[in-house]
T-cell receptor, first 113, second 115 residues
Framework: DGGITQSPKYLFRKEGQNVTLSCEQN?????MYWYRQDPGQGLRLIYY???????QKGDIAEGYSVSREKKESFPLTVTSAQKNPTAFYLC????????????FGAGSRLTVL | AQSVSQHNHHVILSEAASLELGCNYS??????LFWYVQYPGQHLQLLLK??????LVKGIKGFEAEFIKSKFSFNLRKPSVQWSDTAEYFC?????????????FGRGTSLIVHP
């Protein structure tokens, strides 16, 4: 089945450590996105990418980094510079243009101890 | 700045009650509108969408939404909710002008349906 795979599902991190969240899709979508979901704040865009080797900052990019070396993969690194990293992280993908309906992964829950 | 407002943050209903969740957006240009749903423990998924044509859109599981351009609104409705509708609901808007393809999401509405 086509879809988006995020891993790990749960992750614990000590303060000061970087952590990388994986996102892989086999939908042949050009665009990929990372959102952060916090209670009462909805989905906030961290980074997005329309094409390999290119990506743009979203609304809350500070303290995060991404790469897009392959069309299928869009990993997110939560760095030690992120002030409040405990959150639920969602990866999504879509075609570019037209309907632009997003397909989401199951999410990764990061807890900083 | 473009924004999406969902007026109801928490809604609690009994089964068979009618549901209406409000969604307003801030921009007056051409828009594509979406409602996504996140059932407990499941992926966020598309409930319904509006691109053009009939402003009354029907989605999965008996949900519908009406696009009222003059009110910049896209409210979600269901005549009779079920316990299984317990979920978080997100309204999203994609603004067609300006070359942006990124949808903007509202803050979400948590719906609890009591059996």
């Amino acid at each position: 089945d086509g879809g988006i795979t995020q891993s790990p599902k749960y992750l614990f991190r000590k303060e000061g450590q970087n952590v990388t969240l994986s996102c892989e899709q086999n939908l042949n979508h050009d665009a990929m996105y990372w959102y952060r979901q916090d209670p009462g704040q909805g989905l906030r865009l961290i980074y997005y990418s329309q094409i390999v080797n290119d990506f743009q900052k979203g609304d809350i990019a500070e303290g995060y980094s991404v790469s897009r070396e392959k069309k299928e993969s869009f990993p997110l690194t939560v760095t030690s510079a992120q002030k409040n990293p405990t959150a639920f992280y969602l990866c999504a993908s879509s075609i570019v243009g037209g309907a632009n309906v997003l397909t989401f992964g199951a999410g990764s829950r990061l807890t900083v101890l | 700045a473009q924004s999406v407002s969902q007026h109801n943050h928490h809604v609690i209903l009994s089964e068979a009650a009618s549901l209406e969740l409000g969604c307003n957006y801030s921009y007056g240009g051409t828009v594509n509108l979406f409602w996504y749903v996140q059932y407990p423990g499941q992926h966020l998924q598309l409930l319904l969408k509006y691109f053009s044509g009939d402003p009354l859109v029907k989605g999965i599981k008996g949900f519908e939404a009406e696009f009222i351009k003059s009110k910049f609104s896209f409210n979600l409705r269901k005549p009779s909710v079920q316990w299984s509708d317990t979920a978080e609901y997100f309204c999203a808007v994609k603004y067609s002008s300006g070359g942006s393809y990124i949808p903007t999401f509202g803050r979400g509405t948590s719906l609890i349906v009591h059996p």
